[in-house]
């Protein structure tokens, strides 16, 4: 089983559409998650840190299942310059390196 | 633009040949991480520095790869013996460290081998 997995996609939606990703991750230990964006054929750019209690950020929110160790992004309103890859990752409490999924890409259409 | 330059953004190489990748972080920033990405992939870790120390290396990174960062400033990861298989992006990400997580990507250098 691979420490992070994320359905790859595509998630086709239509413009004002809502659309959610979930991520899951093997191991019980690990502290941080983050969600990433990245464009085709750029660097990963940061998205939103993932909390215990959640958050929000505009039209995007992230959540954290411990219990069931995922974590979740939902995008409400989507726009076309929604289409992206989207990354999860995940770092343990003992150790700096994260890890990240294969993502989950995304592509608006009109 | 992150912040974090690396150089050069594509090379192309003969099989066998060294190549060499510099990455310039974030200038406060002490933590810096070479990955590796290909297509449809996550990037995948390769190594990491606390200011100038390599502190874990990824069983991935043979040992025709070799990295640094003298100084604790910038960072250079060289392959020797380039495979074909080594083709590939490589990114660095510059990361403040003290419990902060969040890294900061560069542009990536492409690598081609042929």
């Known amino acids: 089983r691979k420490e992070v997995e994320q359905d790859p996609g595509p998630f086709n939606v239509p413009e004002g559409a809502t659309v959610a990703f979930n991520c899951t991750y093997s191991?019980?230990?690990?502290?941080?998650f983050f969600w990433y964006r990245q464009d085709c054929r750029k660097e990963p750019k940061l998205l939103m840190s993932v909390y215990s209690s959640g958050n929000e950020d505009g039209r995007f929110t992230a959540q954290l299942n411990r219990a069931s160790q995922y974590i979740s992004l939902l995008i409400r309103d989507s726009k076309l310059s929604d289409s992206a890859t989207y990354l999860c990752?995940?770092?343990?409490?003992?150790?700096?390196?994260?890890?990240f999924g294969r993502g989950t890409s995304l592509i608006v259409h009109p | 633009d992150t912040g974090v330059s690396q150089n050069p953004r594509h090379k192309i190489t003969k099989r066998g040949q060294n190549v060499t990748f510099r990455c310039d972080p974030i200038?406060?920033?002490?933590?810096l991480y070479w990955y590796r990405q290909t297509l449809g992939q996550g990037p995948e870790f390769l190594t990491y520095?606390?200011?100038?120390?390599?502190?874990?290396k990824s069983r991935l990174l043979s040992d025709r790869f070799s990295a640094e960062r003298p100084k604790g400033s910038f960072s250079t990861l060289e392959i020797q013996r380039t495979e074909q298989g080594d083709s590939a992006m490589y990114l660095c990400a510059s990361e403040r460290g003290g419990g902060a997580y969040e890294q900061y990507f560069g542009p990536g250098t492409r690598l081609t081998v042929t």
């Open positions: 990752v995940v770092s343990s409490g003992g150790s700096y390196i994260p890890t």
């Open positions: 191991n019980s230990a690990s502290q941080s």
């Open positions: 200038s406060e920033h002490n933590r």
């Open positions: 520095f606390q200011n100038e120390a390599q502190l874990e």
